[in-house]
T-cell receptor, first 109, second 111 residues
Framework: KNEVEQSPQNLTAQEGEFITINCSYSVGISALHWLQQHPGGGIVSLFMLSSGKKKHGRLIATINIQEKHSSLHITASHPRDSAVYICAVPPFGNEKLTFGTGTRLTIIP | DGGITQSPKYLFRKEGQNVTLSCEQNLNHDAMYWYRQDPGQGLRLIYYSQIVNDFQKGDIAEGYSVSREKKESFPLTVTSAQKNPTAFYLC??????????FGDGTRLSIL
């Protein structure tokens, strides 16, 4: 069974701080997804990556396939980054996603 | 603009009633999914459909039913057999192996 673990569960930081959220999984995968859930509940896909690093604005996602680990970084954090960040993985040969429980990020002005 | 529309945003159900949650997409995606989200838990898959007129059970299908008569629509019925229906329900769609697009969700509560 594929297990997906995220850390930390909750993170509070001051505006401008560098943020790191971690995701570990237990089985081989084809790609990993990072999602952002807004306070109202809607979810937006941030990244899908299968190797290396991807960058979009102030967000950077990295993945180490051998170590089964991914990180999501936010540079120069801002209160509008406050949300729940979720990682999700589809095991090889399976399109269904297994989701982590999410990291609740709060950025204080 | 293309996207996924879920309605209603809030839904209340009396004990013993069936309720249907709507999910419509205009992204021309073949695959559609229904998830349930409970506090402190990751999203769990209820049902998914990869093509019209076909769908498969997910991890927690008991007490739910779906239909996929049109590519654009994938309604979810929460039946009276679902003993703990209070949750946040999310619909998603995608092309094969591509990131899923999510709706804004429906929050279901029992009166």
């Amino acid at each position: 069974k594929n297990e997906v673990e995220q850390s930390p569960q909750n993170l509070t930081a001051q505006e401008g701080e560098f943020i790191t959220i971690n995701c570990s999984y237990s089985v081989g995968i084809s790609a990993l997804h990072w999602l952002q859930q807004h306070p109202g509940g809607g979810i937006v896909s941030l990244f899908m990556l299968s190797s290396g690093k991807k960058k979009h604005g102030r967000l950077i996602a990295t993945i180490n396939i051998q170590e089964k680990h991914s990180s999501l970084h936010i540079t120069a954090s801002h209160p509008r980054d406050s949300a729940v960040y979720i990682c999700a993985v589809p095991p090889f040969g399976n399109e269904k996603l297994t989701f982590g429980t999410g990291t609740r990020l709060t950025i204080i002005p | 603009d293309g996207g996924i529309t879920q309605s209603p945003k809030y839904l209340f159900r009396k004990e013993g009633q069936n309720v249907t949650l709507s999910c419509e997409q205009n992204l021309n995606h073949d695959a559609m999914y229904w998830y349930r989200q409970d506090p402190g838990q990751g999203l769990r898959l209820i049902y998914y459909s990869q093509i019209v007129n076909d769908f498969q059970k997910g991890d927690i299908a008991e007490g739910y039913s779906v239909s996929r008569e049109k590519k654009e629509s994938f309604p979810l019925t929460v039946t009276s057999a679902q003993k703990n229906p209070t949750a946040f329900y999310l619909c998603a769609s995608s092309y094969s192996n591509q990131p899923q697009h999510f709706g804004d969700g429906t929050r279901l509560s029992i009166l």
